[in-house]
């Protein structure tokens, strides 16, 4: 099934109509998770509790018709409940695979730092090749296969960081805010007078593609062009992370190459056949914020990630 960009950007105004049935605000979360979908990339969602990241998680799943799986990952979690294990099975005197919540499509990795490193390393593989080892056999996960991790920043006590290996798998950082006076308005007004937990379907969310269609819109980005220009502005824009006295870590090939992936998809959503300076200006911060380490004494001055990216981007100098 081929698909125009025209049909992709329809397809993407269709899936957020659906999310809003459920979803009040948060409208550049969503238009991130699509652009992650179509890039093919995982999201970090992190926000204090309470602001929706679960249900938006599965409220983006239903709209998309997918299998929507969910860990809710503790302390004593280990990778085989991730992923699962061959059991003996008598009858037959076979070991038989019983299948982890990995295997689905869409995958709520619920408070991932709450988990040891060694358990969240279970997702590095599924995460960049799309498939699980397990006692040396190989099976594949779908290939509309997404992450979506959530991690509360506010407490520090009981939760293990996020080793780097495993932050660079993510395509964006997303910070989920708190609503303003007149979103947090219309959430009381439509759950205050609910009674019990409430699911994307409750409220009318249905699905309006699947994983074949998602796929075709996946394919779609092949009409994007990236001019040369460009690359060379997202190469300078990540090499300059490196060169920055405020860093003692900077961004790898690897971001480069997935914020102009991402920047793809972004003009994709837009109906656009060709990546413009802005696409990748709206997407260096989220792509670039967790692959960066503060030196220690910016640390100290309390600088501020967010805002160093945005100087980067400011005075990396853009083609017209």
Do not use: W
Request: negative net charge; contains cysteine.
């Amino acid at each position: 099934m081929t698909m125009t960009l025209d049909a992709v950007r329809s397809l993407a105004d269709a899936i957020r109509a659906e999310i809003a049935k459920a979803i009040v605000g948060q409208e550049v979360m969503v238009d991130k998770l699509l652009v992650a979908m179509l890039a093919e990339g995982h999201v970090l969602l992190e926000g204090p509790p309470g602001t929706a990241k679960t249900f938006l998680a599965n409220a983006f799943a239903t709209a998309l018709g997918l299998d929507f799986g969910r860990i809710q990952f503790t302390p004593d979690l280990l990778p085989g409940d991730i992923l699962g294990s061959n059991l003996f099975n008598f009858q037959t005197s076979q070991f038989t695979l019983t299948r982890g919540p990995i295997f689905c499509d869409l995958l709520l990795a619920d408070e991932i730092n709450r988990t040891p490193p060694k358990t969240q390393a279970a997702l590095l593989e599924a995460m960049q090749e799309r498939r699980v080892t397990l006692d040396g056999e190989t099976y594949p996960l779908p290939a509309t296969f997404m992450v979506v991790a959530t991690q509360n920043p506010i407490e520090n006590q009981g939760v293990y960081p996020l080793p780097e290996a495993q932050l660079d798998r993510f395509l964006f950082k997303l910070l989920v805010p708190y609503p303003d006076e007149d979103e947090e308005a219309r959430i009381v007004t439509t759950y205050g007078q609910r009674s019990g937990p409430q699911r994307p379907a409750d409220l009318g969310v249905q699905a309006v593609t699947n994983a074949a269609g998602i796929g075709a819109a996946v394919a779609a980005l092949d009409q994007v062009t990236v001019a040369e220009e460009i690359t060379r502005y997202v190469v300078r824009l990540v090499r300059a992370t490196r060169d920055h006295g405020e860093l003692v870590v900077g961004a790898s090939p690897r971001a480069a190459v997935l914020l102009a992936g991402a920047a793809r998809a972004r003009a994709a959503l837009e109906g656009r056949s060709y990546v413009i300076p802005d696409d990748v200006k709206a997407l260096a911060v989220p792509v670039l914020r967790h692959r960066l380490t503060l030196s220690p004494a910016a640390e100290i001055e309390g600088r501020d990630m967010e805002a160093l990216v945005a100087e980067l981007v400011e005075s990396t100098e853009a083609p017209r």
